[in-house]
């Protein structure tokens, strides 16, 4: 997993907490 990837996957778990969640 690089830094950018890693980046995207925070950014989504912090908009979407249930999805990333689920």
Do not use: D
């Not at 997993?1 to 689920?22: A, C, E, R």
Request: glycine share 4%; net charge positive; aromatic share 10%.
């Amino acid at each position: 997993m690089n830094k950018h990837q890693y980046t995207k996957k925070l950014t989504g778990t912090i908009q979407n907490p249930v999805k990333s969640l689920f």
